[in-house]
């Protein structure tokens, strides 16, 4: 775990430049007066929650202000109770000017000997012959007037600011010295802060009425802080340890601390123990709230934690114990202490932490009773809650038999509104106290029927090798007397689960398994086994059994008047057109769509889009691919189906499609998962993808990439595209080495998990040639030699998976073609390169042009331009510059748009450079010449964002392009060129 706490600003620029600007703290060459905002005088109060950040926003101004030529003079107010001393802060003060302008504290001190009462060290309380209350008013006077002379002497010789912190603690004399020093104009520049926690400030507090005295005085302004947005918490916490955090712990931290960054950077420094917890020393400082309550607002809060963060009144009526009276009286003192905040009906603890540990310094007996009234309430109908809310609360009371009841009623309830994570939660909840074999007798439940609600629920909420292994740890805990109808519904659920995962196991004999064990006749276990095994038949590739039994199942469900199992069987005998035409497929999917929709079949419309999206793309029609993926999207965000399979694979394909049309930053917007908390493995497919953009633009993502390979066995999407990441990274390193060992690790894991001959085999084989044919330049005659064979190895096996391919329409698409064609280039390069078997010149030429041709067709955007940028490598090394400069040209303006440095580095690498001139620049986009417009007017890409309607983020990487096409240091500098050329 890293440092416990940050040295860095973190997420508080505007308010540190409103305060700056506010005060006037602005450079001032030769101690001039204050210059640009603020004026002499100027206070400002600033006001936070505990922990909120007010300390580390005045550290970073006094760093501002000595910058600027300032003095800075900070005084603190401290926690005695009723014994504060009188002025402390402003004795803190004077010993700092005593120490640093010792002949001001003097003159001042001769002119005002009441000065002397405040020198640390010399806090006498006066003479002993000056006792009337006149001598002590006037004493009083005098030491104002002596504190605002010194001020203003000090700021004669460069400003000041004044700092004086806490004064929430601060004594009635600090408080009325403040109103004087706030109501008294200073004639030099003399600028004041003063901070308070604005949770302590209670209705009594006595801070609390001065505060609207001071915002009344005129030059005196208020700054509240706020909490922390999420992304100045995730940067926070990324500053502390900067390995990162689950994406789990991040979400926990960031919901419990509520943009504080105290508590940000307490739970971050416990993020390594188990359990959900408030540290110790956390605990202690929020609990002294607790100790200043009376005895019965602390019964109020107690029984207030157990509800969580929020409580309703008509709960803690039923739970509190106390009569009506009693619970107003504790309830209005715990709200005047800032513990409770009334929301509506509800009361809310002010910080959720607050609630935690007043819960977790409950007693164990004490909780499990509270637990019980709240259970009673709900059961009773006495305060209205959720049956989730009486699961927990009857789980911890230990009323197991009403928790099991209340889970799987809420895990239903879940369901219903689109929540399955939530629903898997319940039903894990409830299957975990069926353990008990009495309580599971007593129960009478299916437990097929909870077994597979809480299967569906899982794989639906993103994670189906879970659901997967529920349902065989519970088929192994079925005792052998159990229905067979128990068991044919659990094989069921996990043979259409499997379809979807990578495994070794064979969904079709667990399917048929399932069917077997069925009831004949015609009945819903039968229907449904007999639709599953079809689509299992389906998905394994077996289609003319998959016809035989989705026609059998489409009959049994019509005939059930089991419309939605009908829609599953339509959908599958739709996708088994693919050996026909593709418009015959189409229009059957099409319609398969409107059916699904009609009979309300989620699962089936999110398929049926799906696979309409993938045939689209097996085409390289990507506008329809996209269309048909985003419907798919739409449709599962708005039913909370977002990680369901077919849903996570519509937005996995219409990242990678957006990443090969060159949308780069449309691919970042997809992946992005702050606020997200996906499963393991979907989070590891986006991430993936993510990193193809940032590994396109010049990141080193090999070590976040080789992360990702315990999933490569679990799901080989990942295997898919962290490989590749894996080995364009080793190529850009010259480690040939690494390259072919990523390879042979990767076709490893997938021939296992899929069959030895899988398709990518040929794409991986053309990464893995490249990255040795970069290397080839560094290495001796025998390394070459002995790459050499690796790579024609690596070929050869491509070359068996294009013989083996036995796809059903018998079409090898445009990508297939593209990748095959490079895999050739790339081999015949590196027996150029390596001089063994050398091919003529001519036909190593025209083997990168028709691979140029090929990613063309495909529509790659960035394999095209680094195609590009190998031809022209060769063409120029052959001697053909013209050529060499077209393609060159043509890759370059394909790098400046998507922001991919590392081609830019490999064109000047092959000696390819833009021609220079006043009069032919690299041609701008017309969005670029847009945006350079805008930039010459002196907008920022805040505004150029709102004025064009597209993100800020898209702006930046826009002008980050017209840059460097201009050749430009700053955006000054791209308007003055622009000008000069006429390009605007």
């Not at 009188?86 to 004795?91: C, G, K």
Request: proline share 4%.
């Amino acid at each position: 775990m890293a440092a416990h706490t940050s040295r860095t600003l973190v997420g508080r620029d505007a308010e540190l430049t409103e305060l700056s600007s506010l005060l006037g703290v602005r450079s001032f060459p030769g101690g001039g007066a204050p210059g640009g905002g603020g004026t002499p005088g100027a206070a400002v109060l600033l006001a936070g929650d505990a922990g909120v950040g007010k300390t580390r926003l005045l550290v970073e101004l006094r760093d501002l202000a000595f910058a600027a030529g300032w003095q800075v003079f900070a005084g603190h107010c401290l926690d005695f109770g009723d014994s504060a001393l009188p002025y402390l802060p402003f004795s803190e003060v004077l010993g700092r000017i005593a120490a640093e302008l010792p002949d001001a504290v003097e003159q001042v001190a001769t002119q005002y000997p009441a000065l002397a009462r405040l020198q640390p060290g010399r806090r006498v309380l006066g003479s002993s012959d000056i006792a009337t209350d006149q001598a002590a008013a006037l004493d009083r006077a005098d030491l104002f007037e002596a504190v605002h002379t010194l001020l203003e002497t000090a700021a004669g010789r460069a400003p000041v600011l004044l700092v004086v912190e806490d004064t929430h603690w601060a004594d009635q004399s600090t408080r009325d010295l403040l109103s004087f020093l706030f109501s008294r104009p200073f004639e030099g520049p003399v600028a004041m802060v003063a901070s308070y926690r604005a949770d302590d400030l209670h209705r009594r507090h006595p801070l609390r009425r001065q505060v609207a005295e001071w915002s009344r005085i005129r030059g005196v302004q208020r700054l509240a802080l706020s909490p922390l947005p999420e992304s100045a918490v995730r940067a926070l916490i990324q500053e502390l340890v900067p390995d990162g955090l689950a994406e789990q712990e991040l979400a926990d931290i960031i919901e419990r601390a509520d943009g504080n960054a105290f508590f940000v950077e307490e739970l971050t420094s416990a993020a390594a123990e188990p359990g959900r917890w408030v540290p110790a020393d956390l605990a202690d400082v929020l609990l002294v709230r607790l100790d200043r309550l009376d005895e019965t607002a602390r019964q109020v809060v107690r029984t207030a934690s157990v509800a969580g963060r929020r409580v309703s009144h008509d709960m803690l009526v039923a739970t509190a114990g106390l009569e009506a009276d009693a619970l107003d009286d504790g309830l209005r003192r715990a709200v005047e202490m800032n513990v409770l905040v009334p929301q509506g009906e509800r009361y809310a603890f002010r910080h959720a932490l607050l609630g935690e540990a007043v819960y977790d310094d409950l007693l164990p007996g004490e909780r499990v009773r509270l637990h019980a009234r709240y259970a009673e309430a709900l059961q009773s109908g006495a305060a209205r809650g959720t049956a989730a809310a009486l699961a927990r609360h009857a789980r911890l009371a230990t009323d197991l038999d009403t928790a099991l009841t209340a889970s799987i009623q809420a895990g239903r309830e879940a369901w219903d509104v689109g929540g399955p994570d939530e629903a898997a939660y319940h039903y894990q909840q409830a299957l975990e106290l069926l353990g008990d074999p009495r309580r599971c007798e007593r129960a009478e439940v299916d437990v097929s029927k909870l077994v597979t609600s809480a299967a569906e629920a899982l794989s639906e909420s993103g994670d189906p090798q879970r659901a997967v292994a529920l349902i065989q740890e519970q088929l192994d805990r079925l005792p052998d007397d159990a229905p067979p109808e128990w068991r044919s519904r659990m094989l069921t659920t996990r043979a259409g689960i499997l379809i979807v995962v990578d495994t070794d196991e064979d969904p079709a004999e667990i399917s048929a398994e399932a069917l077997a064990l069925a009831p004949e006749g015609e009945n819903h276990w039968r229907a449904r086994a007999l639709t599953t095994h079809a689509r299992v038949l389906a998905g394994m590739g077996r289609y003319d059994e998959a016809q035989a039994a989705g026609m059998e199942a489409l009959a049994l469900d019509e005939r059930l008047d089991l419309n939605q199992l009908a829609s599953e069987a339509i959908t599958t005998l739709s996708g088994l057109k693919k050996t026909g035409p593709k418009e015959g497929l189409r229009e059957a999917l099409v319609d398969a769509v409107a059916r699904a929709e009609e009979a309300d079949a989620v699962h089936a419309e999110l398929r049926a889009r799906f696979l309409l999206g993938r045939s689209f793309e097996d085409w390289a029609e990507f506008d329809g691919s996209e269309q048909w993926f985003r419907s798919a999207i739409e449709r599962a965000v708005g039913t909370g189906l977002t990680w369901a399979p077919y849903a996570l694979e519509s937005r996995v394909q219409l990242a990678w499609i957006r990443w090969v049309r060159g949308a780069w930053d449309d691919v970042l917007d997809l992946t992005d998962l702050r606020g997200e908390t996906p499963p393991p493995i979907p989070r590891a497919i986006l991430s993936a993808l993510r990193m193809s953009v940032e590994q396109g633009r010049g990141a080193d993502v090999a070590a976040e990439a080789r992360k990702l390979r315990r999933f490569w066995a679990r799901e080989g999407a990942v295997a898919i595209h962290s490989a590749a990441l894996e080995m364009v990274q080793a190529g850009r390193a010259g480690d040939a080495a690494g390259a072919v060992q990523v390879y042979d690790d990767v076709v490893a894991v997938l021939g296992r998990t899929w069959h030895e001959w899988f398709s990518a085999r040929i794409r991986f084989g053309a990464i893995a040639a490249g990255a040795v044919a970069r290397a080839m330049t560094t290495m001796s005659a025998a390394e070459r030699s002995a790459y050499l064979e690796k790579v024609e190895r690596i070929s050869d096996d491509g070359h068996i998976v294009v013989q083996r391919y036995d796809d059903p329409s018998g079409h090898w698409g445009p990508e297939g073609r593209a990748w095959k064609k490079r895999l050739d280039a790339e081999t015949l390069r590196v027996r150029w390169l390596a001089g063994v078997d050398a091919p003529p010149q001519d036909v190593l030429v025209g083997s990168w042009r028709e691979t140029v041709t090929c990613f063309e067709d495909f529509g790659h955007v960035h394999e095209l331009a680094q195609m590009r940028t190998v031809l022209a490598g060769i063409l120029r090394a052959t001697g053909d510059t013209a050529g060499a400069r077209e393609q060159g040209d043509l890759a370059r303006a394909v790098a400046h748009e998507l922001g991919a440095r590392p081609l830019l580095d490999d064109l000047l690498a092959i000696g390819s450079a833009p021609v220079r001139s006043e009069s032919a620049p690299d041609a701008l986009t017309p969005r670029e010449t847009e945006i350079l417009a805008l930039v010459a007017d002196g907008r920022s890409n805040g505004e150029i964002a709102r004025q064009l309607f597209i993100s800020a983020k898209t702006v930046s990487v826009h002008v980050s392009n017209i840059l460097a096409k201009l050749d430009a240091a700053s955006r000054t500098e791209a308007a003055a060129i622009a000008r000069r050329r006429d390009l605007l």
